[in-house]
């Protein structure tokens, strides 16, 4: 079981960028596969951007080129780096296992806005 607490999210302008933390707990988390997830309100969650235990990434396609998802096994923490955001990028970020394990953490709120 990974328990997750999520941080790093905000208001930022059309183009801006914010980079996501989740602080994992658990001694397993460095065999897990990681990836980010988000929600918006009325749409169904998402995964955006996944990590393998070796480093190979995948991204959505929405988001490919502009976020990069990377991890720190010795920290037991997963990042997000969105850069040139839009508004449609704007939801609650949450991070969990893929496939997702049945504990999610609170999230944090990302709103591009201007």
């Known amino acids: 079981q990974v328990q997750v607490v999520e941080s790093g999210g905000g208001l930022v302008q059309p183009g801006g960028s914010l980079r996501l933390s989740c602080a994992a707990s658990?001694?397993?988390?460095?065999?897990?596969?990681m990836a980010w997830y988000r929600q918006a309100p009325g749409k169904q969650r998402e995964l955006v951007a996944r990590?393998?235990?070796?480093?190979?990434?995948n991204y959505a396609d929405s988001v490919k080129g502009r976020f990069t998802i990377s991890r720190d096994n010795a920290k037991n923490t997963v990042y997000l780096q969105m850069n040139s955001l839009k508004a449609e990028d704007t939801a609650v970020y949450l991070c969990?296992?893929?496939?997702?394990?049945?504990?999610w953490g609170q999230g944090t709120q990302v709103t591009v806005s201007s």
């Open positions: 969990n296992r893929d496939p997702a394990g049945p504990s």
């Open positions: 658990g001694s397993m988390f460095r065999i897990y596969v």
């Open positions: 990590i393998t235990t070796s480093g190979i990434t």
